[in-house]
């Protein structure tokens, strides 16, 4: 079958480094690990490679790609211009989760990769193999994330597998990714303005603080639910500039609720009662919480209850989230209910990809 032909390596396996820096050299997509999600990589300046990740995740193609580097020496080639604030951002946050949007050299990637935007996002991942790919393969590598368009980012490379199997040259394995989000995406623009356009493990507090207190602003929050019809329809405000976040994201099979209310008690106790009535109409369920709240519900909420550890922690909800929603998947669960957590600091990355998750959908408990 079609998993028994993929190309699959070790990360620890040298050769099998610089076969997959052969593949890329020659027009194929491999995928990797780096430490925010596994990304599906092709050589940026060759459009038949670039099409065919857009084709293996079967991705709109108005979506833009990040341009993965290795070494700074590149971003020459790639950009026009590097404003002092995008250095400064660099110079804290590279190699790390923090995609930069700057204005593209022309020609210097497929069209394909920006999707004919005059702006190009750039990262520069720390991750052993990821880095020692990039290095070994010698050009810019666009990497979405390595999983089928509208699912769960992948954090293992089993997860590239159940989603793309058969559909790409191969993975190399490299284990869990340690941060388990997507990186942060930012433009900057003339003047030193910074826009987040994608929250993630990099605050906006500290974006600000690595550039000399430049000003920092959030995407338009709206933009992020547009509907694409009224996206593009346009009239009052920019298009959104992050292009991708218009579409449906992370999603389980399932449909995923998240609950609030204005005590953990209450949402449980809200939740619960939805939980016992899906079940009652036959449905296999689905219960996302934290630690701290597990004693809340009663025993057997659910039929598949997954903890994203405590809500101290967020950084253990942010590397599990995204395997979390696969267990789902998993237990065939189709009536889902997920708890929220403060939306604040990495908080925010999560209940972004938790609300795109959810599709937007909220039960007020209150
Ligand atoms: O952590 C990550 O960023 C992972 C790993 C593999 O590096 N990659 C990733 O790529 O999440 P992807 O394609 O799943 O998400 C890229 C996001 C999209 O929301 C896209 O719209 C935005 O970055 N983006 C890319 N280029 C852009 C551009 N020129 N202008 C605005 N947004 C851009
Ligand atoms: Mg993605």
Redesign the pocket.
Known sequence: DDEAEQWRANAADLAALEEAAEMLREGRTVAFP?E????LGADARLTEAVEAIFEAKGRPSD????V?IADRALLAELVAEVPEEARALMDAYWPG?L?I?LPVRPGAVSPRV?AG?D???I?M?DHPVALALLKAAGCPVA????NRSGRP?PTLAAHVLDDLAGRIGGVIDGGASGVGL??T?V?VQQGGRITV??PGGVTAQQLSAAAGGAPVTGADAAADFTPPDQAEAGGNGPAP?????KYAHYAPRGTLSVVTGSSPERAAKRAAALLAEARARGEVTGLMLFEEHRSLYPDGAASCVVSLGPLASPEQAAHSLYAALREFDEAGAGYILSEACPDTGLGSAIMNRLMKAAAGRVIDAD
């Open positions: 780096t925010t999600v596994y990304g979506n833009p790609l990040i993965h989760p995609t949007v920006t935007l702006t190009v996002g990262r991942p990497a979405p994330s390595a980012s997507e990186s995406v433009q356009l994608r500039r992050a292009p991708g976040m």
